[in-house]
């Protein structure tokens, strides 16, 4: 368990080098292959951008001074490199790019293909290789005999060698990286199909390094069976899906049972992240629950600790960062989807875990329209955590003008009733005392 002088980060980071060996940059040949660096240049002056930011996460750190070098001598002009991101390395850091004054930022590595706000950005996804022709072997020998449909995903990384496979006898759907062209757009592909349902109960072969890229599109198809292609073989992936997804559904019974709801802002230059904010601050208000809202950059165990008037964490964030496991955190941390579970009736539990906030807004698969409960709850259940009766809506009618009650010899406005304030003043132990004079 992580100590409170010890905390390492606790979004699930892309920063430790992955064991297969990314290509490195040896020769002056190799680097412009991995790096595209004539494609970079390129973009900058049809673009024609004067500040431009390379963006790198930390296990491709050591090769930024050569990128960024070669850069520069075939544009003629200066560009500076991005280090340590703000939240996550898969997300696009537009806020530090925008204190420096960047007009458009260059992505390197692996990323979750999120939107930005309104920066300009280039993806340059490097190069990893898996071995095709195996691949294709493996699922040609597994499935070139079964009907029905098999959908490859990968990591950016194998989008130059995975995005043309072919696979004799089986009908293979490929989830290319990005959204151009026609097709159904999901977790920041392409897919070949008139509608995703129709991938539900397909089996899925997946190239990567895992971890949480993996679980993203577990959660998001939890009726498929997934097959992870490592050391030149197929095996079955190997995870519980019905057994996360009954984990999740226990937060989503302790949200409900919850008072106050902090908002954990784990992104500040992903597209729409300010109508989500807006739209859960609504649905916990319409419930009847207090809301906080915290910018804390990075979530560690000992930042969320310093808050422990908080029942319940919201962490928004891209698809990729924003399942924690929240097991050694002092309160369970979820999504923007099973927030709404707990608090929206008309959001009803799909069988799925959505983990991209954008589906929730209006436009979206998984929008629903906010419910406004009665003065003192619509409707009452009975909790299934504690055995007691609980409802949603407007548990006290007070205006809050301005009145004040005393709590354990402390004075608190009625603003705050039910909220943070109230919980302080209600702990008999506020803190060390002054014993002056």
Known sequence: MATAMNTPDQIPSLSITPNEGITRST?????????????????????????????????????????????????????????????????????????????????????????????????????RECGKERLAEEVKERWGKKEGKVLLLYDVEYQHELRDTVVEGVELVIGQCGEEGDGVKKFGRTFNVETFDSLHGCDVVYVGRGEQILLNFMYNLP??????????????????????????????EKTKDAERIGLLVGTLGTANFGDILDRLRQTIKNAGKKVYTFLVGKPNVAKLANFPEIDVFVLVACPETSILDSKEFLQPIIT??????????????????????????????MFKQLTEYGEFGDEGDVSLITGRVRSMGVKSVRDGGGELVVVNDKTVSLVHEGGGGQFLASRSWGGLEQQLG
């Open 27 to 127: 020769t002056p040949t190799s680097l412009d292959t991995v790096y595209e660096v004539d494609r970079c240049v390129s973009w900058i002056q049809a673009a024609k951008l004067s500040r431009v930011a390379l963006q790198f996460p930390d296990y491709l750190l050591a090769d930024a001074p050569r990128v960024c070098g070669a850069v520069q001598d075939r544009l003629g002009q200066e560009v500076f490199i991005l280090g340590d991101t703000s939240y996550g390395e898969c997300c696009v850091d537009e806020v530090a790019a925008s204190h420096l004054a960047a007009d458009g930022v260059i992505h390197f590595g692996h990323t979750c293909l999120t939107p930005t706000q309104t920066m300009p950005v280039m993806y340059v996804y490097t190069r």
């Open 223 to 252: 009726q498929c069976e997934f097959f992870v292609f490592e050391n030149e073989s197929l095996v079955p992936a190997g995870v519980s899906v019905a057994k996360m997804m009954m984990k999740r559904y226990f937060l989503v």
């Open 336 to 365: 923007p989807y099973e927030l709404e579970l707990a608090c929206n009736k008309e959001q009803e539990w799909s069988g799925q875990l959505v983990t991209d906030y954008r589906e929730l807004l209006e436009g979206g698969e």
